[in-house]
């Protein structure tokens, strides 16, 4: 067994401005500014969750070229009309290539990642999707002394549950326990018609708020909402 650790928690959304409604609708905060990924084409925004972990805001970088494979987290399926969601999640281990190769289901091949000065190893599918529908996680190892969340601004958020909804629970409940995740993350099961989804329960100034939901609709706020 391994002992890996939740490091982030993904929102995919057709742009950085929705993703950030989203957010400041279900927890009530603002994220901070993030940066660009050129190996994927992609951006992002952020929101500190601990001194190692956070929760990204990521969409398609319009100002970026078009990468030459598909992009991570699913993130070419988004259209103009696409809501944002609680789509993914990324677990922190010491050695990636050794995890990929002890564990039970495929998560994709190990690739060199960059964001400004920051370095990573992370494991994505080559047609990007989102292995078991999101529920299962994706792999990331630092190239760095410190954990990048030290250096967020603190919102005074912080995960208390993860949940994952999945048609196959035992198989879900495998690969959490080979990798060491069994009490990190509650493991719930679906009817075979419903499609995977997870549910992060966040304690924030404004008390324990809620996001991801299956096919959660977002009512689009009469404010203007702009980006801190």
Known sequence: MFHCQIDHLVVTAPTLERGAELVFQSLGVELQAGGEHP????HN??????DSLYLEVIAANPNAAKPQRPRWFSLDEQNPESEPRLAAWVV????????????????????VMTRGSLQWRITVPADGSRPLGGVAPALI?????????????????????????????????????????????????????????LVAHINTPNGVRTIGAPNRRLERTRESFSLP
């Open 141 to 197: 190892e630092w190239q760095a002394a410190e954990h990048p969340a030290l250096k967020m601004r603190s919102t005074g958020c912080s995960l208390l549950r993860l949940e994952a909804f999945h048609p196959e629970e035992m198989r879900v409940c495998a690969l959490f326990g080979i990798l060491g995740l069994e009490q990190a993350v509650q493991v719930l099961p679906l009817s075979s018609s419903e499609g995977p989804y």
């Open 39 to 42: 190996h994927m084409g992609t």
């Open 45 to 50: 925004l952020l929101l500190r969750l601990g």
């Open 92 to 111: 922190r281990t010491d050695n990636i290539q050794a995890t990929c190769a002890g564990i039970s289901e495929s998560l994709g091949d190990v690739e």
